[in-house]
């Protein structure tokens, strides 16, 4: 079972930002051909949405096999679809076995477990200000005119601009 899990985990990779899941990989895992999920996917277009699924590009999936050697060895003519988290979600509506259930419910429960990992990472705001001082002081000493424009920008915030009087005044 752990090993499985680290295997799921292996697969799981970061798109346009995204934790996302290769089709070969997700029917790798179900036990079904590439196309055959694929299939499955397009005769239910309306259940994946592009937040749910989308196709790399070519640039993309040219990164990807380049990062990792097994993705050397596909050798398919079209650029794989990825599975966020929520489209992987709605193929156990599409893709109707035990072991795609079984497989799905492991998948939720890592992606579950990375999003529990990330929540609990400790001192993040304070190495963001960290960051934030390192490079104000990075300025301050080696950008003269950025200096400059966050001196007046200060200065503004500090004190406003005084109006003129329109109008009649009265004096007492």
């Known amino acids: 079972m752990a090993n499985e899990l680290t295997t799921i985990q292996n697969m799981i990779h970061e798109i346009r930002g995204q934790k996302v899941m290769l089709d070969s990989d997700l029917a ?3 036990g079904v051909e590439t196309y055959r999920l694929n299939e499955a996917v ?5 259940r994946f949405p592009s937040d749910f699924m989308f196709q790399l590009t070519d ?15 596909d050798t398919r003519k079209y650029r794989p679809y990825a599975f ?3 489209g992987i979600l709605m193929l156990s509506s599409v893709i109707n076995s035990d072991k795609a259930i079984e ?3 492991e998948i939720m429960k890592i992606f579950v477990r ?4 990330v929540l609990s990472q400790t001192g993040t705001d304070e190495q963001i200000a960290e960051l934030r001082k390192l490079l104000l002081l990075y300025i301050e000493k080696n950008d003269k005119r950025v200096n400059d424009v966050i001196i007046a920008l200060n200065n503004l915030i500090e004190r406003p601009k005084e109006t ?9």
């Not at 990375?114 to 990992?117: A, I, K, L, Q, S």
């Open 114 to 117: 990375m999003r529990h990992f």
């Open 103 to 105: 497989i799905n419910i």
């Open 28 to 30: 790798q895992l179900y």
């Open 164 to 172: 003129k009087k329109i109008g009649f005044c009265t004096e007492d």
């Open 84 to 86: 966020t988290e929520h």
């Open 59 to 73: 640039e993309e999936w040219k990164n990807q096999r380049s990062q990792t050697a097994i993705f050397n060895k």
């Open 42 to 46: 397009k005769r239910n277009a309306k």
